[in-house]
């Protein structure tokens, strides 16, 4: 477990509200499914849907977490000394670094409602993958959580 001390940066990069009103909705249709048959059982089961798909939607959210000189992204984690340049990427650079850009051996950590992100090259010349390309909701601070000067403070 991390201690609070030396985490720099965290973020569960949980749905915005358009995530969480689609588990409602998916809720209801599963209510009305049942419905004509036996209400009751219509409203069980359109409550049971919805916290079944809020439940899934929280526990397989990534984090993104710089702690003890390590960047975790999902389920993926790296020193932070085999990391080199970090940049922010605003919606429309991320678009981009998702498409044209994006080179298939890169490690990408997306979620799609998190529409910035950072991209992080690696200094290891041995490591086939080139960069990272991490969504986040907050670049600024991610970028800041990994340069050298803050992670040797």
Partial sequence: MTSRATLDFHERLLPGPGGWLGVAGLGVIGGIVP????????IATGILVCAIGAI???????????????LQA????????????AVPLDATAMRWELG????ARAYVCLR??????????????????????????DPD???AALSPRHSEA
Avoid: F, H, K, M
């Avoid at 526990?59 to 710089?66: F, G, I, L, N």
């Avoid at 044209?100 to 080179?103: A, R, V, Y």
């Avoid at 080139?130 to 969504?135: A, F, I, Q, R, T």
């Fill in 100 to 103: 044209p850009g994006l080179n």
């Fill in 141 to 143: 601070a991610l970028v």
């Fill in 56 to 70: 899934a939607l929280a526990t397989t959210s990534p984090v993104v977490q710089v702690s003890a000189g390590v």
């Fill in 35 to 42: 419905w004509p048959l036996n209400p009751p059982l219509g």
């Fill in 112 to 137: 799609a409602w998190a529409r910035t992100g950072v991209r992080i090259s690696l200094a290891d010349p041995r490591d086939p993958t080139p960069y990272w390309l991490v969504s986040t909701r």
């Fill in 74 to 85: 999902g389920r993926a984690s790296i020193p932070l000394s085999q990391l080199g340049e």
